[in-house]
């Protein structure tokens, strides 16, 4: 059991979970509407009606709806409410705990890709919505911006386990990631090809095993 906060009571503790789950169920219904409906159709009142609430709460909540989405992304990306970073979490201390370069390939590729699907329908709503929100595509650039920092990190990660293939740079490599293993990516082709993420992961590995060392991780299935 959880001791209670110094300064907080039983009161203000219950009432700030109350907000809590009030503040998550409505990004969960807004995140929902965008995906189905797309982020310009949705409308406040509509989230506030998904989520069974008052719209005065949504906007007491949140503010806009721009940060709505911005938290639905933020969400959508970790999977959970835990406030940790995402280099900082259990998965990656195994990919530093792994010796083998292609083990720790695959490990860096299947996260990564986990969370490029899972946010890919979230994130095609926001690139719709972006051709006439401008503020959209600023928080688009904003997640690329971020995604590329996460990736080099990672890729150094990779790199510490085996060199790159001759007459390639740690900044071709972090290009070849970025480029791949990403939302647009896995639409492309599980949307034309029919591909699945387990699919769509073992393409990565041998695509990427080839491109950044220059050796193979086999035939994919």
């Given at each position: 059991?959880?001791?209670?906060?110094?300064?907080?009571?039983?009161?203000?503790?219950?009432?700030?979970?109350?907000?809590r789950?009030?503040?998550?169920?409505?990004?969960?219904?807004?995140?929902?509407?965008?995906?189905?409906?797309?982020?310009?159709?949705?409308?406040?009142?509509?989230?506030?009606?998904?989520?069974?609430?008052?719209?005065?709460?949504?906007?007491?909540?949140?503010?806009?709806?721009?940060?709505?989405?911005?938290?639905?992304?933020?969400?959508?990306?970790?999977?959970?409410?835990?406030p940790?970073?995402?280099?900082?979490?259990?998965?990656?201390?195994?990919?530093?705990?792994?010796?083998?370069?292609?083990?720790?390939?695959?490990?860096?590729?299947?996260?990564?890709?986990?969370?490029?699907?899972?946010?890919?329908?979230?994130?095609?709503?926001?690139?719709?919505?972006?051709?006439?929100?401008?503020?959209?595509?600023?928080?688009?650039?904003?997640?690329?911006?971020?995604?590329?920092r996460?990736?080099?990190?990672?890729?150094?990660?990779?790199?510490?386990?085996?060199?790159?293939?001759?007459?390639?740079?740690?900044?071709?490599?972090?290009?070849?990631?970025?480029?791949?293993?990403?939302s647009?990516?896995?639409?492309?082709?599980?949307?034309?090809?029919?591909?699945?993420?387990?699919?769509?992961?073992?393409?990565?590995?041998?695509?990427?095993?080839?491109?950044?060392?220059?050796?193979?991780?086999g035939?994919?299935?």
């Amino acid at each position: 059991m959880h001791a209670p906060v110094k300064g907080v009571s039983q009161k203000g503790q219950r009432r700030e979970a109350r907000a809590r789950a009030t503040r998550d169920r409505i990004v969960k219904a807004a995140r929902e509407l965008f995906e189905k409906k797309g982020y310009s159709a949705t409308t406040v009142a509509s989230i506030a009606a998904e989520a069974g609430v008052a719209t005065a709460t949504v906007y007491q909540a949140f503010g806009t709806k721009y940060a709505i989405l911005a938290r639905a992304l933020d969400l959508a990306i970790v999977n959970d409410q835990d406030p940790v970073g995402l280099l900082d979490r259990p998965w990656g201390d195994r990919v530093r705990d792994t010796a083998d370069p292609h083990d720790r390939l695959t490990l860096v590729v299947n996260h990564t890709s986990e969370i490029a699907a899972r946010t890919a329908a979230l994130k095609r709503a926001m690139r719709d919505a972006a051709a006439t929100d401008p503020e959209v595509g600023v928080l688009i650039l904003e997640d690329h911006q971020r995604r590329l920092r996460t990736q080099r990190a990672l890729v150094g990660f990779v790199l510490d386990a085996a060199p790159l293939r001759p007459g390639l740079t740690k900044d071709d490599a972090v290009a070849t990631f970025f480029g791949t293993v990403n939302s647009d990516c896995y639409l492309l082709m599980a949307d034309n090809l029919g591909w699945d993420l387990d699919r769509w992961q073992r393409w990565l590995v041998q695509l990427l095993s080839h491109g950044l060392f220059g050796t193979t991780a086999g035939p994919v299935p």
